[in-house]
C-alpha cells in the first residue's frame, strides 16, 4: 500500500469510526439521509476495519489503536448475536446500553487518533 492509499483507507477508517461515535440523533439523519437500516452503521465499520490489520503494519495504527478496533467490532458482534431484539431498531440505537458502550469506545479511539474536530461522514455509505 503507497502513502495516498494509506491515507485514503485510514480517513476511510475514520470516518467509519465517526459515525459509530456520532448521537444517536446524527447517527438516524445519516441512516435516514442514505435509506438504509440501523445495521448499516455496524456494516460501515466492518467495511472499514477489516484493513485496520494492513494499516497497522503500514503503520498507520498503532497496536493499541488495532485492539480499539478489535473492542468495537466485538461490541458490534454482540449487537448481532442480540438479532431479534430492539438493539436494531432507531429506539435501540437511542436507548440500548451496548450502543452507548460503542459511541464511548469509537470516542476514544477518534480522541486517542488525535480526531478532536470531525463532521459526520454524510458522503456515502461503504457498503
Known amino acids: 500500500m503507497n502513502d495516498t492509499n494509506g491515507e ?12 459509530l461515535a456520532a448521537p444517536a440523533p446524527d447517527q438516524l439523519a445519516w441512516l435516514e439521509k442514505h435509506a438504509v437500516p440501523v445495521d448499516e452503521i455496524a456494516l460501515n465499520f466492518d467495511d472499514a476495519a ?7 503494519d503500514e503503520g498507520w495504527l498503532a497496536p493499541e489503536a488495532l485492539a480499539d478496533i478489535t473492542r468495537m467490532n466485538g ?8 438479532e431479534g431484539s430492539t438493539v436494531w431498531t432507531g429506539q435501540g440505537l437511542r436507548t440500548h446500553d451496548h450502543w452507548k458502550r460503542i459511541r464511548q469506545e469509537a470516542e ?17 455509505t461503504l457498503h
Request: hydrophobic letters at 50%.
Open 50 to 56: 477489516v484493513i485496520a490489520p494492513q494499516l497497522g
Open 75 to 82: 461490541l458490534l458482534d454482540r449487537l448481532t448475536a442480540d
Open 108 to 124: 476514544r479511539f477518534l480522541q486517542a487518533e488525535g480526531e478532536t474536530e470531525r463532521t459526520l461522514p454524510f458522503a456515502q
Open 8 to 19: 485514503g483507507l485510514y480517513r476511510q477508517l475514520l470516518a467509519a469510526v465517526a459515525l
